[in-house]
């Protein structure tokens, strides 16, 4: 069985999505209507910006959805998925992608999301962590015995668990990972503690948002993060959706979970090769590799 699979955020680059401006009509007309729903023009970011202006929230989590979604559109009769997964934010490009959500939708949601976290970010001073070498068990330990917020956030793969939560138990969290065997525990450069608890005033924006949004039936089951299991009802999907700004995201157990469903090829879509390092770090034993646009 296909799999596709989209990328989140960190995955974006200056130029994203240049080459199907250039190359498709079809690509143009989304871009331009993306730059109409987000009163900005975030394709001069994607194609011309900084990494410093690309890293802003607001602006990566619109830009790496934008590069997914109009790849796999670009794509026309070569795009039959039979099963989708997103990592984090790459959910919402995943929902577009099986007939979940239409793109001006979408893309309203993802907009929505990012200025909800940003706001989150600003609120309270957090940060995140990659612990590297560890047991998901024994990180899971350490966390729950530091004083303050912090919590297990990414299973990216196994060996590799991102932390979330407050700059001082983050601290204190690696200094302990480090003791126990960890690799590395480091810090990471992002804006906040996301997939924590600290995330629960976005999760509110955001849910009068998705709850405010038609979802229609998928044309294929989605793999969500909060489940790490096939789910088509859409009022799931919602409630699933919702719960994922503040719950990990269990990418290693949503793959799993593809493979033991028939999953056999699966194929990344949108910027960067992330997910496809991750495959093999998860199943050698399936066949991983990028969509590529076809001019």
């Not at 202006?53 to 070569?78: C, M, N, R, W, Y």
């Not at 907009?111 to 957090?126: F, H």
């Not at 530091?146 to 196994?158: E, K, Q, R, S, T």
């Amino acid at each position: 069985m296909k799999a596709y699979i989209f990328p989140g955020q960190g995955a974006q680059f200056t130029g994203m999505g240049l080459d199907l401006y250039q190359n498709s009509p079809l690509a143009q007309e989304l871009f331009k209507q993306a730059n109409e729903i987000l009163g900005f023009s975030i394709t001069d970011i994607m194609f011309e910006g900084t990494a410093e202006e690309l890293k802003q929230t607001k602006v990566t989590q619109p830009a790496i959805f934008l590069h997914s979604v109009i790849l796999a559109k670009t794509l026309g009769d070569d795009f039959k998925p039979e099963m989708v997964a997103g990592h984090s934010l790459g959910e919402l490009s995943a929902l577009v992608a099986n007939g979940v959500l239409t793109f001006e939708d979408g893309l309203k949601l993802v907009s929505k999301r990012a200025l909800a976290m940003q706001k989150a970010c600003e609120a309270q001073e957090s940060t995140m962590a990659a612990v590297l070498g560890l047991d998901d068990a024994i990180v899971e330990e350490v966390c729950a015995s530091i004083d303050g917020i912090v919590v297990a956030a990414n299973y990216n793969c196994p060996g590799q668990l991102v932390i979330s939560g407050e700059i001082s138990a983050i601290d204190k969290a690696c200094e302990v990972l480090t003791e126990r065997g960890a690799r590395r525990a480091l810090k990471l450069p992002v804006g906040g503690a996301f997939h924590s608890p600290l995330m629960a005033p976005a999760r509110e924006e955001l849910a009068e948002a998705i709850k405010n949004t038609e979802f229609s039936k998928p044309t294929c089951p989605v793999y969500q993060n909060v489940v790490a299991k096939a789910v088509t009802n859409p009022d799931e999907i919602k409630e699933n959706l919702i719960a994922q700004l503040t719950a990990p995201v269990r990418w290693t157990q949503c793959i799993q979970a593809m493979v033991t469903d028939g999953g056999t090829e699966f194929i990344e879509v949108g910027p960067g090769k992330v997910l496809q390092g991750l495959m093999r770090k998860i199943d050698r034993s399936v066949a991983a590799s990028g969509a590529e646009f076809k001019a």
